[in-house]
């Protein structure tokens, strides 16, 4: 992988989305993909992987889970293993939302076995990380991010292989962002926490997620270490959704 990662737009649909609305989201997306410079990947929920995935099929956008198991098959009433997401087609995975970590008491030990299910049945985990409201007024956003990236970013991560993507759990669904100048400086601090790691920290995806805009979205996606977004709300309309690619600078 070159040094400045292709830009990477993906669209957490969250419990949102019908058969019939989800179908037409997909289509709208698939339809003006080619010739976005960004790499486009929607994440419905469950229920409508396998028809957005038909749906998507030989158009340029990916499929993607917004959670998995850590166990690869059994006894797990409800949930849903890595290898059956690859098996409907799915490249990548999100994995330690906030939404998951908060709303199912999720901890950076069992995040980081999910990260290790989905790479090991070949799919990209997305790894969300971000700090609550009250941590960033304590100063604490640059610690908290660096312990939840160590806690759950499996050792064996590699650029090509995994994707993290910071979202300030107060930004969440708020319409509210950090300045332009934070998020540089947390993507800043998170590449060089990577760097400690891994060989090929500059290659790593890093999105920024949290209220992503068509409004905001070419000063976000052009600041330093920003490799792409991570687009709840404003990803369950195409026409929102494609003006943030298309908000990607070029290589
Ligand atoms: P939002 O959600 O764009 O609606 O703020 C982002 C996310 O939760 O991934």
């Known amino acids: 992988m070159s040094q400045t990662p292709r830009p990477l737009v993906a669209g957490n649909w969250k419990m949102n989305g019908r058969r019939a609305d989800g179908l037409a989201l997909a289509k709208a997306v698939a339809s003006a993909a080619a010739g976005i410079e960004a790499e486009l990947l929607v994440c419905p929920p469950a229920t409508l992987l396998g028809a957005v995935g038909e749906a998507l099929a030989g158009s340029a956008v990916g499929l993607g889970g917004q959670d998995c198991h850590q166990a690869a098959a059994g006894a797990h009433t409800g949930d849903i293993a890595a290898p059956m997401l690859a098996d409907l087609g799915?490249?990548?995975?999100?994995?330690?939302?906030?939404?998951?970590?908060?709303?199912?008491?999720?901890?950076?030990?069992?995040?980081?076995?999910?990260?290790?299910?989905?790479?090991?049945?070949?799919?990209?985990?997305?790894?969300?990380?971000g700090e609550t409201e009250a941590e960033r007024d304590r100063g604490e956003a640059f610690a908290v991010v660096a312990r939840q990236l160590a806690g759950s970013l499996p050792d064996r991560a590699t650029a090509a292989s995994a994707v993290v993507a910071y979202e300030p759990v107060w930004s969440i669904g708020s319409g509210r962002t950090p300045t332009l100048a934070d998020i540089a400086a947390l993507h800043g601090h998170l590449r060089a926490e990577l760097a400690r790691r891994f060989?090929?920290?500059?290659?790593?995806?890093?999105?920024?997620?949290?209220?992503?805009?068509?409004?905001?979205?070419?000063?976000?996606?052009?600041?330093?270490?920003?490799?792409?977004?991570?687009?709840?709300?404003?990803?369950?309309?195409?026409?929102?959704?494609?003006?943030?690619?298309?908000?990607?600078?070029?290589?």
């Open 199 to 251: 060989a090929d920290a500059a290659g790593f995806r890093l999105l920024y997620g949290g209220s992503v805009k068509p409004a905001n979205a070419v000063e976000i996606l052009a600041t330093a270490n920003v490799n792409g977004a991570l687009v709840g709300g404003a990803s369950l309309k195409a026409e929102d959704f494609l003006a943030i690619a298309r908000a990607c600078p070029r290589a």
């Open 90 to 129: 799915c490249r990548h995975v999100i994995l330690g939302h906030s939404e998951r970590r908060a709303g199912h008491g999720e901890s950076a030990a069992l995040v980081r076995a999910k990260a290790e299910a989905a790479l090991a049945a070949g799919l990209i985990p997305i790894l969300c990380i």
